[in-house]
């Protein structure tokens, strides 16, 4: 495939309800979408996870355009690309920016698979027909507020519950969820809000049989993550350290984590999700999709990824509404009562953008040529 051009956007999607994590509460998401045109017409879409601000990793919106524009773009332009999978290397060269590179690379492999006339799922190698499905439930005003959530999205079918914690927010939430519902599977995702020092707060937490603690330490320190796992029995799952199948290598070999979370936008596209699912499958570690807030684009993708076989935990990818009043895809991402979703057999990414709902929520808008 050659790229005749690509468009940037950003939309606004404002929340249903906020949702609050330990580094902040985000209402309004400002999405950047890659619209990317081959040769013979054939588009394809991808979407940064980029946040508004660089608190869950250096990335936000303006750091993937400004990389988009000036350095992946150029990169791309004029070249002829045998296959999507050979943009991860091209993309070497910059360093880091892996929200901007995803953003891109996912959409040049949606359209790799529609000019197969392919589902994205199958062309990644992905062999599963349904996904299961969690919930990542925000931090909570009160503890009323949590469990209502939670009966919700157990009502709804969904596989397992995870919940946010801070500090001063984490053994109670965790404590009155187990009373309240003994048998489901629960975990906690902290954002690298603990130092080691939290070890025997962090240890507390071994009484309420969590499926696992998600990156309770640095954003970027698999090392203490290696000494905080021998000292608890709950399993550590690793988000924000893991950025590329090297230190998703290195945090195994140095027991850091019993499970990791893959994020298209944290690895920088489907490429490197795919070889940090193989290390992990080698390695007997199991993998599930992480969400970043995503619109239908973003969710997509992730439901392709999630298709891969060592996929075998519920992830956060779940349904359209319970985030968007209406979503930008059509048809919307459904969670069946037995909290699954169908991995579509369509070409591509198997769900269609509403290109004209999403031109009239675009508040800013690149053509690249
Ligand atoms: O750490 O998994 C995270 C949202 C924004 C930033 C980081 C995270 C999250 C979530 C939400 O947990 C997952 C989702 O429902 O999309
Ligand atoms: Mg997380």
């Excluded at 901007?100 to 392919?118: R, Y």
């Excluded at 599930?288 to 993708?301: D, F, Q, T």
Aim: net charge neutral; hydrophobic share 40%.
């Amino acid at each position: 495939m050659r790229i005749q051009k690509i468009t940037l956007r950003e939309i606004h999607l404002r929340l249903l309800s906020p949702f609050q994590t330990s580094f902040g509460t985000t209402e309004l998401r400002r999405i950047l979408f890659v619209e990317a045109i081959a040769d013979g017409g054939i588009a394809g879409w991808g979407e940064s996870t980029a946040g508004e601000h660089p608190f869950y990793c250096y990335e936000s919106i303006e750091t993937a355009w400004y990389i988009l524009r000036d350095y992946l773009w150029p990169i791309v332009r004029g070249r002829e690309i045998a296959s999507a999978s050979e943009v991860l290397n091209l993309f070497a060269q910059v360093r880091g920016h892996n929200m901007a590179k995803a953003a891109l690379e996912t959409a040049l492999w949606d359209i790799e698979a529609k000019q197969k006339n392919m589902p994205l799922a199958k062309l990644l190698g992905g062999t599963r027909a349904e996904v299961p499905c969690g919930v990542s439930i925000g931090i909570q005003p009160t503890l009323d507020k949590l469990i209502g959530k939670v009966e919700e999205a157990l009502a709804a079918g969904y596989q397992r519950i995870k919940i946010k914690i801070k500090p001063g927010t984490d053994v109670e939430p965790v404590r009155t969820l187990r009373e309240r519902f003994p048998r489901i599977r629960l975990m906690a995702d902290a954002n690298s809000a603990y130092t080691l020092g939290d070890a025997p707060l962090l240890k507390k937490l071994d009484a309420f049989h969590l499926m696992m603690i998600e990156q309770p330490l640095g954003y970027d320190d698999i090392y203490s993550h290696a000494q905080l796992q021998r000292q608890l029995e709950s399993p550590i799952c690793l988000d924000e350290c893991i950025h590329d199948v090297e230190n998703a290598r290195a945090a195994i070999e140095l027991r850091a984590c019993r499970i990791i979370n893959i994020k298209l936008g944290r690895v920088g596209g489907h490429t490197s999700a795919r070889q940090v699912h193989d290390i992990c499958q080698a390695n007997s570690i199991p993998v599930w999709c992480g969400g970043m807030l995503e619109s239908g684009i973003g969710r997509a993708h992730n439901i392709a990824m999630s298709s891969l076989p060592n996929f075998s935990l519920p992830g956060d990818v779940s349904a359209s509404k319970r985030y968007w009043a209406e979503d930008i895809i059509e048809p919307e991402v459904e969670v069946s009562p037995q909290g699954t979703i169908r991995v579509p057999t369509e070409p591509g990414i198997g769900y269609t953008p509403r290109v004209d709902r999403i031109e009239a929520l675009t508040q800013r808008r690149e053509v690249l040529e």
